[in-house]
Every structure is written in structure tokens, then in C-alpha cells.
């Protein structure tokens, strides 16, 4: 299994603003360590990139600890769920289906194994990664009831995006 610093260094030419770009975004910035990571692996897991996942949850689990790592994976599960179920309802616009009962179950949201705001940070990185406007929206606004700054979902954002990124230029042949 290849390190994220290797994964980073093998990056080519045409990726070095990604690669400048992945050792910006996990350096200083206005969220932890253990946010840091778990939003890297989240978005990781949603962009479905093994070696990049595999890297991240190696490094999640060497800083953060197994239970962040477990919750930045969870995360990216429960809302490959959610992000089409609510991304369907915003882009049919029926008030029926609105009306209707989601019926899945979600219960990891309230009960994660280490920080619940650092799991809504995951899952608003997951839903940016996702492009479920409707999971953003609440994502966001319960991370700013719950006292996450705006400044730390940009910067969990950011993260979200740069991995992406790095995701898509691992998956070249």
C-alpha cells in the first residue's frame, strides 16, 4: 500500500497544482488533525479511489485514531445514500415526493463513534463531493448551530475538492 506522501509525489507534471495544492490544504488550517483526515478520507471513499482511500485511512488512523477513520468511512456511506435520494427530490421538484417518507435509515448521523460535528464535517464534505444541494445546505447549517465556524466548512471544502481532484488523476490509466 502506497503512503499518501508517495501517492503525492508520484503525481505527474500536469498534477502539480494538486499535489501543492493536498500538502496546503492538510497543513495548517482552521479545522484539527482529526477533522482534517476524516474529511480527506470521506472524500476519498465518495470519489471511490482504493488506493487513495486506503492511503488516507492509514494516515486517519495513525493521527486521528480507528474511531475517526471508521465515522470518515461511515460518512461516506451514509451519504452515497442520502445525496441521491435528496438529490432526487431537488431536481424533481414534486411536492408529493417531498411529502413522502425518506424511510432510510440514518442512525450513525446521530451516534457516531467520535465527534458528532466532525461527522456532519465529513458529511457536508461527502454531499459537496456529491453535488446534493439539499445535504449541503443542512450539513452546513447544523455545523453552524453546533458552533463549526464558516471559515472551517471552507477550509473542509477545500479539502473535499483537492481530493476529488487528486482522485481523478489517480484513476488515469
Known amino acids: ?48 479511489q482504493p488506493a487513495l482511500v486506503a492511503a488516507l485511512k492509514a494516515e486517519t488512523e495513525a493521527q486521528a485514531g480507528p474511531a475517526v477513520a471508521e465515522d470518515a468511512l461511515a460518512a461516506a456511506a451514509l451519504m452515497g445514500m442520502t445525496n441521491v ?41 461527502v454531499s459537496a463531493v456529491n453535488a446534493c444541494e439539499a445535504c449541503v445546505r443542512s450539513h452546513e447549517e447544523a455545523l453552524l448551530k453546533g458552533g463549526i465556524t464558516e471559515a472551517q466548512v471552507h477550509d473542509a471544502v477545500r479539502i473535499a475538492a483537492t481530493i476529488h481532484g487528486l482522485a481523478s488523476v489517480l484513476d488515469l490509466p
Do not use: W
Open 1 to 48: 500500500m502506497a503512503t499518501l506522501e508517495a501517492l503525492r509525489e508520484g503525481l505527474p507534471e500536469f498534477a502539480r497544482d494538486l499535489k501543492l495544492n493536498l500538502q496546503a490544504v492538510l497543513g495548517d488550517s482552521t479545522l484539527n488533525p482529526a477533522q482534517r483526515l476524516g474529511v480527506a478520507l470521506a472524500s476519498a471513499a465518495a470519489a471511490r
Open 85 to 125: 435520494f435528496y438529490r432526487f427530490r431537488h431536481l424533481v421538484g414534486k411536492e408529493g415526493y417531498a411529502q413522502l417518507p425518506a424511510r432510510l435509515r440514518m442512525n450513525r448521523i446521530a451516534k457516531p463513534a467520535a465527534d458528532k460535528l466532525d461527522f456532519e464535517l465529513f458529511c457536508l464534505a
